[in-house]
């Protein structure tokens, strides 16, 4: 991913001030914490989730900051391994230094699916509520953002009680 790729994404999105803080907010709690603290990739994080799948020491669970889901959304390699992952981490250490923490955000908050064909919280805002993405109410935001965690499994038509939920743990 070049920063030429990641401008180009920004000039046709939902600005942050265009989306609900309920959305934006809870997206960086539920999806990466540390995110306004690291420099696009969490090591604590993927030292833990190397060590848990090397190991098998529990439930596995995901390290990719943002920033990273932002890589992997643009340049469409999803490919389970260590090389992938290497060169995520380097190139969204690359990110972090053209971009902001907004820019970021708000990329990631347009070009993530969130199932049923649907991309970014614009479209699924529309798709899901009928409604803009700034006037989400803080149950409408939260699934959303269960979506944009596995938008299959927390399918509101096809999984409405794994959807709901979801959303009441995100509250």
Do not use: W
């Amino acid at each position: 991913i070049s920063a030429i790729t990641m401008d180009e994404k920004l000039k046709s999105c939902y600005s942050l001030t265009e989306i609900s803080e309920y959305l934006s907010q809870g997206i960086v709690a539920v999806e990466d914490k540390e995110f306004y603290d690291h420099a696009g990739v969490n090591f604590r994080r993927t030292l833990m989730a190397a060590f848990n799948h090397i190991f098998k020491m529990g439930d596995s669970f995901g390290a990719s900051t943002i920033t990273q889901q932002v890589i992997k959304n643009i340049s469409g390699d999803n490919e389970h391994t260590a090389k992938r992952k290497l060169s995520e981490i380097f190139r969204a250490m690359r990110i972090e230094e053209s971009h902001t923490k907004d820019e970021i955000l708000e990329l990631y908050l347009n070009i993530q699916p969130l199932g049923e064909n649907v991309i970014g919280v614009g479209m699924g805002a529309l798709h899901y509520f009928g409604k803009e993405p700034s006037e989400l109410s803080p149950e409408e935001a939260a699934v959303l953002i269960a979506l944009a965690n596995a938008p299959s499994l927390y399918s509101p038509y096809n999984n409405p009680e794994k959807c709901t939920a979801k959303r009441n743990t995100i509250l």
